[in-house]
């Protein structure tokens, strides 16, 4: 399938089968998640925390997010490949599309960007270049210096109104689905009801959206220095890889000696 067919299959599941989607930000995990029939894989600028160990999505580059996208696109995964572009690489509909088009040429299918009424020219540029475009609205982590942290979204009915007329303006410009962010479960039940593209929902409640998104390491707990209140892991990927650590350390010889803490200090 072309990127534009899985995007419209993707359009499609409004009020069918919820879409399943997860980040990916490597080959192997790509592959993996593909085989298991992931619909969507968000190369996330979350990779700024999760992989790359910075304190949020700000300090992303388009570099950095070139780079995993080549990576997870080389699995040549079906399921949907999406691109993050990462925070001041999509100010003007002009920059957006220069930045869509690169990351289509590192591999991916579709790209994702911040916010509503703003971002309408963007969205309109980069979709009559053929790319497809998933909105992304409530809580909107590129702005969360500029917001002084991160906090739930549409908590009063002008708030929920709001994010409806971002979705109406993002769905105009031709976006394919939209990623609902922290967004209570009344308001984003509400948003989801009222527009005709999938909506995909983090942290926004069970059943309030078309389909739900997570972030890799919440749910398989690969990073237990920070996790979400709304994350569900299904696995303690980080036990294990202490575990096995420490099994390899002991079947080396070189474990600590009794006592000795095996944790390193940071920094
Ligand atoms: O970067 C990311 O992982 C995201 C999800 C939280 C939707 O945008």
Same mark, same amino acid.
């Given at each position: 399938?072309?990127?534009?067919?899985?995007? &419209?299959?993707?359009?499609?599941?409004?009020?069918? +089968?919820?879409?399943?989607?997860?980040?990916?930000?490597?080959?192997?995990? /790509? +592959?993996?998640? !593909?085989?298991? #029939?992931?619909?969507?894989?968000?190369?996330?600028?979350?990779?700024?925390?999760?992989?790359?160990?910075?304190?949020?999505? *700000?300090?992303?580059?388009?570099?950095?997010?070139?780079?995993?996208?080549?990576?997870?696109?080389?699995?040549?995964?079906?399921?949907?490949?999406?691109?993050?572009?990462?925070?001041?690489?999509?100010? *003007?509909?002009?920059? /957006?599309?220069?930045?869509?088009? =690169?990351?289509?040429?590192?591999?991916?299918?579709?790209?994702?960007?911040?916010?509503?009424? +703003?971002?309408?020219?963007?969205?309109?540029?980069?979709?009559?270049?053929?790319?497809?475009?998933?909105?992304?609205?409530?809580?909107?982590?590129?702005?969360?210096?500029?917001?002084?942290?991160?906090?739930?979204?549409?908590? *009063?009915?002008?708030?929920?109104?709001?994010?409806?007329?971002?979705? =109406?303006?993002?769905?105009?410009?031709?976006?394919?689905?939209?990623?609902?962010?922290?967004?209570?479960? !009344?308001?984003?039940?509400?948003?989801?009801?009222?527009?005709?593209?999938?909506?995909?929902?983090? #942290?926004?409640?069970?059943?309030?959206?078309?389909?739900?998104?997570?972030?890799?390491?919440?749910?398989?707990? &690969?990073?237990?220095?920070?996790?979400?209140?709304?994350?569900?892991?299904?696995?303690? *990927?980080?036990?294990?890889?202490?575990?096995?650590?420490? +099994?390899?350390?002991?079947?080396?010889?070189?474990?600590?000696?009794?006592?000795?803490?095996?944790?390193?200090?940071?920094?």
């Amino acid at each position: 399938m072309t990127s534009l067919e899985k995007a &419209s299959a993707l359009r499609r599941r409004k009020g069918g +089968r919820p879409i399943a989607a997860l980040t990916a930000y490597d080959y192997s995990i /790509a +592959r993996l998640l !593909d085989e298991v #029939g992931i619909d969507l894989l968000l190369v996330g600028d979350s990779l700024g925390m999760v992989v790359l160990g910075f304190p949020d999505t *700000t300090h992303v580059t388009l570099e950095h997010m070139l780079h995993h996208v080549a990576a997870v696109a080389r699995a040549k995964p079906r399921a949907l490949v999406v691109g993050d572009l990462p925070i001041d690489t999509y100010r *003007t509909p002009a920059e /957006a599309l220069e930045t869509a088009r =690169r990351m289509v040429a590192a591999g991916a299918e579709a790209v994702k960007l911040e916010g509503g009424l +703003r971002q309408v020219g963007q969205v309109q540029a980069i979709v009559a270049a053929g790319i497809p475009v998933i909105g992304h609205l409530g809580m909107l982590p590129q702005r969360v210096l500029a917001e002084g942290g991160y906090r739930k979204k549409g908590r *009063t009915p002008e708030q929920s109104e709001a994010i409806l007329a971002g979705a =109406r303006a993002l769905i105009d410009a031709g976006v394919a689905a939209i990623v609902l962010e922290s967004v209570v479960p !009344d308001a984003a039940r509400f948003v989801s009801s009222e527009i005709e593209v999938p909506t995909i929902g983090i #942290g926004c409640g069970n059943g309030t959206c078309d389909g739900e998104i997570a972030v890799i390491t919440d749910l398989v707990g &690969s990073f237990p220095w920070f996790v979400p209140p709304f994350a569900r892991p299904e696995a303690d *990927t980080a036990g294990q890889i202490r575990e096995a650590a420490a +099994r390899y350390l002991a079947r080396v010889g070189s474990a600590p000696a009794p006592g000795c803490s095996q944790s390193r200090p940071r920094g």
